[in-house]
């Protein structure tokens, strides 16, 4: 029998993650026939990943947006109060164009997985708004995860990630994939960092990033943190109109108006330069409602609860018309399919978000007319940043 063969059948027959966690911890050999490949890097010492060019002309540092991060945040906007996050401090503290760069190979390298099947960026792509296109998405093994791959928009600005808000910084969010038996598998922090250490590339981008070859969870997790924080998108057409450097379309501006009218109410949830829910809603979202989250009325019986009674994290929707499918659990394929839920199509529950309540407690019908949805799907798309689905700093590495 060829060894190409045998090497298949064994690796058929490994069911056991430890098993397989120790046929994978060579990063330089293929597993399952994954061809590894080595970072293309010729240009990435010119890309400036410590400021971001704002749409007036403006230079906004990532690194005081982590700072400011040490504190809570309200609706996209650091607070005055709360408790310091050390972390991402620290990640302040550290950052630079050296370990953003090493990050963004790391997000991108499926070394990152325990069979080397996937990375970050395998559920979070650049062109979509680094999000996948799946309803839910696809595991080092094959298996499906429970949700939706959310975008990447301004994850800085955020106390609340992932659709349960289970983390609370990019710092808390960087590795969770990694170590999920699911996701990407990753046992235990020996085998990661053997894994990376394996490479002949690794050490001379954590030599330049933290001064020592020296390889390490923290290392990675930083790494990763800086380059994630660096991932702002503010230079959409309708940013260039809150700037009066461009004007909306008849049907843009009549979405505009509707999103932001109280009939609709779409503010109420998706407001503040994020288009996103504040953290702490406080009683803008009724008492039910978990910071950063919402009961929307998918559905009178939750078979996922999210955070707890049916409430789930409300996105950005900066990128929107990229992201689809929608919601959780990616049931609705289309922006159209999206607005007919909140026009005519909300359930009741017991815990449903106050502001899509009618007077009476009903699930509120808005019952949008043809034109009314065109119009704001209109809008929605004034959303979207092309140079930031196209910037390369923010590209994958291992693409060429």
């Known amino acids: 029998m060829k060894s190409k063969q045998l090497t298949g059948l064994i690796l058929a027959g490994l069911t056991g993650l430890t098993m397989l966690g120790m046929v994978a911890c060579d990063g330089d050999n293929p597993i399952g026939g994954v061809a590894l490949k080595t970072p293309n890097l010729a240009n990435a010492s010119s890309f400036d990943y410590e400021y971001v060019t704002m749409v007036n002309g403006t230079s906004l540092s990532v690194k005081n947006m982590i700072l400011g991060r040490s504190f809570k945040f309200t609706n996209g906007f650091p607070g005055t109060t709360g408790n310091i996050d050390t972390d991402m401090q620290e990640a302040a503290m550290t950052f630079s164009n050296a370990s953003a760069k090493l990050g963004r190979v790391l997000f991108y390298d499926k070394r990152m997985s325990l069979n080397n099947a996937v990375s970050c960026g395998s559920c979070h792509h650049q062109s979509l708004g680094f999000s996948d296109r799946m309803p839910v998405s696809v595991g080092f093994g094959g298996k499906v995860t429970r949700r939706n791959s959310m975008s990447i928009n301004n994850p800085v600005s955020f106390n609340n990630l992932f659709w349960d808000s289970r983390a609370q910084s990019p710092m808390d969010l960087s590795l969770r994939p990694v170590f999920d038996h699911i996701e990407m598998g990753m046992e235990s922090d020996e085998m990661l960092e053997k894994k990376l250490a394996a490479t002949d590339f690794y050490g001379p981008l954590f030599q330049e990033a933290f001064g020592s070859t020296e390889i390490t969870r923290r290392k990675v997790s930083l790494a ?54 504040p953290d702490d809603p406080g009683g803008a979202y009724g008492a039910p409602t978990v910071a950063g989250t919402a009961n929307v009325g998918l559905d009178k019986t939750y078979a996922d609860n999210g955070k707890g009674n049916g409430n789930f994290r409300i996105p950005s929707l900066r990128n929107i018309e990229l992201s689809a499918p929608y919601m959780h659990d990616g049931r609705f394929g289309t922006l159209e399919s999206v607005i007919d839920h909140y026009s005519r199509g909300i359930q009741a529950h017991p815990h449903l978000d106050a502001n899509l309540k009618d007077d009476r407690g009903n699930p509120k019908r808005m019952n949008f007319t043809a034109e009314e949805k065109d119009a704001l799907i209109a809008f929605l798309r004034t959303l979207t940043d092309v140079s930031f689905i196209s910037n390369p700093k923010y590209s994958d590495p291992f693409a060429n």
């Open 224 to 277: 990763m943190t800086h380059f994630v924080s660096s991932m702002v998108t503010m230079n959409s057409k309708n940013d260039k109109v809150n700037e009066g450097l461009a004007q909306f379309t008849m049907m843009e501006k009549m979405g505009h108006d509707l999103f932001f009218s109280e009939r609709a109410s779409c503010f109420k949830c998706h407001s503040g330069s994020n288009f996103s829910a």
